[in-house]
């Protein structure tokens, strides 16, 4: 018997409504889908069964069942996800779009950081140590800063330099 699709996974049935799986890496590797728990939306991990134990982990009373993943993750988890179901799964879990950060260099050599909103077509500059910065060391530090704190927002950053 090959493993369990996680796809008919639906326990426990009590708490889990399964909406899709947004990852399956097949036999013996995990799998993520989102969801239901208690009503609220989130994203559900499991380990894929084998040829000697299908039911996976984790699994209750014999049945393969779906965990919860903390919210901090879901971030993590929408950029693992197959570029073309990421503004889905961002969408259905109420999370900002994802947000593509651009490094601008001019002939001056000034360095400018630009954003823009996923789906929209215009970037836009970004004030303060991120517009037309001449020292590319104190540029680069607010670069880092201007990713993590939104990271830590729960946006999903796309940095191209």
């Known amino acids: ?8 996974v639906h326990s426990p049935k009590n708490h889990w409504k399964l909406v899709d799986v947004i990852i399956d890496e097949g036999p013996g590797r995990c ?8 009503g609220e939306r989130r994203v559900g991990f499991r380990w894929n069964g084998t040829d000697e134990n299908p039911i996976g982990n984790p699994q209750s009373r014999g049945l393969p069942t779906w965990t ?6 879901h971030p993590a988890v929408i950029a693992l996800a197959p570029e073309d179901k990421q503004s889905l799964i961002s969408a259905y879990l109420n999370r900002p779009r994802r947000i593509e950060l651009v490094v601008d260099r001019h002939p001056s050599g000034r360095h400018t950081l630009k954003e823009r909103e996923e789906g929209k077509g215009m970037y836009r500059d970004l004030g303060g140590p991120l517009a037309s ?11 880092a800063k201007e990713i993590a704190s939104r990271q830590e927002a729960g946006q999903h950053v796309v940095f191209r330099d």
């Not at 018997?1 to 008919?8: A, E, F, G, R």
């Not at 919860?68 to 993750?73: S, V, W, Y």
């Open 133 to 143: 910065n001449i020292d590319q060391g104190e540029f680069y530090r607010a670069v």
């Open 68 to 73: 919860m993943l903390d919210d901090k993750l």
């Open 31 to 38: 799998s993520y889908a989102i969801g239901t728990w208690d």
């Open 1 to 8: 018997m090959t493993y369990i699709n996680p796809q008919d």
